[in-house]
């Protein structure tokens, strides 16, 4: 099992950036595909971003691509998610969440660990 902790997130304009960051501690995540998923007030939990676990391999949720970027450094057991372009819509609480395989995966049933969750608030 691994323990997330989320970072990074906050209250900013529309059209603003925010940097997540998600550490990871309790066994590495360097050999394990990672996502962000996010919920706002009163909705499901819905897909973000993935990540496989060499980085090089990558998959947005359509609402997001070209404002997102994933990243991952597995040397401090870290993944990322660039923020720009931010709209309201994006406001929600973002979570991290690892895998126990290698590939990526849009869905939350198959991420077994996750984080408690960062706020993020885009105001117009």
């Known amino acids: 099992q691994v323990q997330l902790v989320e970072s990074g997130g906050g209250l900013v304009q529309a059209g603003g950036s925010l940097r997540l960051s998600c550490a990871a501690s309790?066994?590495?995540?360097?050999?394990?595909?990672m996502g962000w998923f996010r919920q706002a007030p009163g909705k499901e939990r819905e897909f973000v971003a993935a990540i496989n676990w060499t980085g090089r391999v990558t998959n947005y949720a359509d609402s997001v691509k070209g404002r997102f970027t994933i990243s991952r450094d597995n040397a401090k057991n870290t993944v990322y998610l660039q923020m720009n372009s931010l709209k309201p819509e994006d406001t929600a609480v973002y979570y991290c969440?690892?895998?126990?395989?290698?590939?990526?995966?849009?869905?939350?049933?198959?991420?077994?660990?996750w984080g408690q969750g960062t706020q993020v608030t885009v105001s117009s």
């Open positions: 969440a690892a895998r126990s395989a290698a590939i990526i995966s849009a869905m939350t049933w198959e991420y077994r660990d």
């Open positions: 309790g066994r590495t995540v360097s050999n394990i595909a």
